[in-house]
Structures are given as C-alpha cells and as structure tokens.
C-alpha cells in the first residue's frame, strides 16, 4: 500500500505520549521521519524506540526541549533541518492544563499555559517559515480544542491560549499561502488521554451526555484527521479548523 508521506520530514511537539505519540506513530507509519519534540528524555527515546523497532532505524529521533524557550527552539530546529536536510512537516501539539477559577488563578499558571500552548506555536513556526518558504512547500497543523471555541469554566487559561492557536493559525495562512504552505488547525474534543483520565465516572457521565455521538475520542481519531492535513490530500485546504468532538459543539 502507498504511504501518505513517504520521504517527508516531519517535527511533532509534545510527542512524548498521548495524541502527540499517537500522531509520531502514525506520520512513520505512512512514510515520515519524525522529530519527537517533549520534556522527558525517559519516554522520548522510548517512543523513538518503539518507531525505529516498526517503522526503520533512521525513523525517528528525539528532542529534549523547552518549547516556550526561542533560543533552544531555533537551535534545535537547525539541528533537525541539518539532519534530515528538510522539515516538510510541523505539528504544534505541546499543551499544558493549569485548571482554576480565575478569582483563584496565580499569575504563574496564566503564563506557564500560555507559553507552552501559544508562545512554542510562534517559536517553531518562526524557526521553520524561512526553509519552507525557500523549498515553496509545506504543512503546518496546529492541535488546539474546542474549549478555544466554546470556553471552559475553570479554564480561563487554557480557552484563551487554544482559541489564540486559532487565531494565529488563520493569520499565518493567509501569510504562507502564496509560498504554498498549508496552515491548518485541528480541535479535538474529549479524547481518551491522560487528561481525561483524572476524571471520575459522574464526570465522564455528564461529559458523553453531551456527545451525540456518545463516547470520547481516542487519539487515532485526531491522528487522522493530522495525517489528512499533512498529505497531499490537503493540498487545497488552508486556513480550516477541522473539529474532531463526536458532534458536541455543532
């Protein structure tokens, strides 16, 4: 069977586990080397692992970084570029959660979310634009939430930053688009992850009751909607959020 994005590059943040491992898996899987981008050196290399065991030994490779940090941001994104001698590919996944009423909120926990969740989208794709500008080609997908769309109580912090990756994803396609880069958004609902398994039964109850499709989503179910946007089947499509929430906010 052909793969989607044989001979691709592709950098993939927050890739360490949940969607973002998901989605590393399943770029490979249709072709891609990828550069894990996350925190822990410990799961990375385990997922770069686990890619080079299925996929081929020059697979994956993996990046310890800070992504709010724009020195380590550009520095890393040279070394991915020398590496691999292209990045075709960059998907924002990184994001953080610091849940609170804003009566409550530190400023801490406003800042940390928005850094991570906002401030690494402007890092890479500021360190990636010129080379994709030059090659005339490329596919940039930014993983937000429909709580960007619809709010959250208790998530003040994170509804801003989600529905600033909107924001900036639209601004930014309209940028590129005359270079051929594709600049799209995905918003996932609730996804069977880490995140939402800290919720209890009368949660998750309350949570599907507004589901019309009635159960969560799992990360294969963003994944595909990633690959979709990353491969040449996207290549008209530019500027779009694609909502991923089993019918919950249409």
Same mark, same amino acid.
Do not use: W
């Given at each position: 069977m052909q793969q989607l994005l044989q001979d691709q590059t592709a950098i993939v943040t927050g890739a360490t586990a949940g969607i973002g491992k998901t989605i590393a898996f399943r770029l490979a899987e249709q072709g891609a080397k990828v550069a894990i981008i996350g925190t822990n050196a410990e799961r990375g290399q385990q997922v770069v692992d686990e890619i080079v065991k299925h996929y081929g030994v020059d697979r994956a490779v993996f990046y310890r970084l800070d992504v709010a940090n724009y020195a380590q941001t550009h520095e890393v994104v040279d070394q991915i570029v020398k590496l691999f001698g292209k990045v075709d590919i960059l998907i924002n996944n990184a994001g953080i959660t610091r849940d609170q009423l804003l009566m409550k909120m530190s400023e801490e926990d406003w800042d940390n979310v928005m850094a991570v969740n906002v401030k690494?989208?402007?890092?890479?794709?500021?360190? !990636?634009?010129?080379?994709?500008?030059?090659?005339?080609?490329?596919?940039?997908?930014?993983?937000?939430?429909?709580?960007? !769309?619809?709010?959250?109580?208790?998530?003040?912090?994170?509804?801003?930053?989600?529905?600033?990756?909107?924001?900036?994803?639209?601004?930014?396609?309209?940028? !590129?688009?005359?270079?051929?880069?594709?600049?799209?958004?995905?918003?996932?609902?609730?996804?069977?992850?880490?995140?939402?398994?800290?919720?209890?039964?009368?949660?998750?109850?309350?949570?599907?009751?507004?589901?019309?499709?009635?159960?969560?989503?799992?990360?294969?179910?963003?994944?595909?909607?990633?690959?979709?946007?990353a491969s040449k089947s996207a290549d008209y499509m530019t500027g779009q959020v694609l909502v991923i929430d089993g019918g919950m906010v249409m």
């Open positions: 690494s989208c402007y890092n890479f794709c500021h360190a !990636l634009v010129r080379p994709m500008m030059k090659a005339r080609k490329g596919k940039i997908v930014n993983v937000s939430s429909v709580i960007g !769309l619809i709010g959250n109580a208790g998530q003040v912090n994170y509804a801003a930053s989600k529905a600033a990756m909107i924001g900036f994803t639209k601004a930014l396609a309209k940028e !590129l688009a005359p270079r051929n880069i594709c600049v799209n958004c995905v918003a996932p609902g609730f996804i069977e992850t880490n995140m939402t398994d800290v919720l209890n039964e009368e949660q998750k109850k309350s949570i599907l009751s507004g589901i019309p499709l009635g159960r969560m989503g799992t990360p294969d179910d963003i994944a595909n909607a990633v690959i979709f946007a």
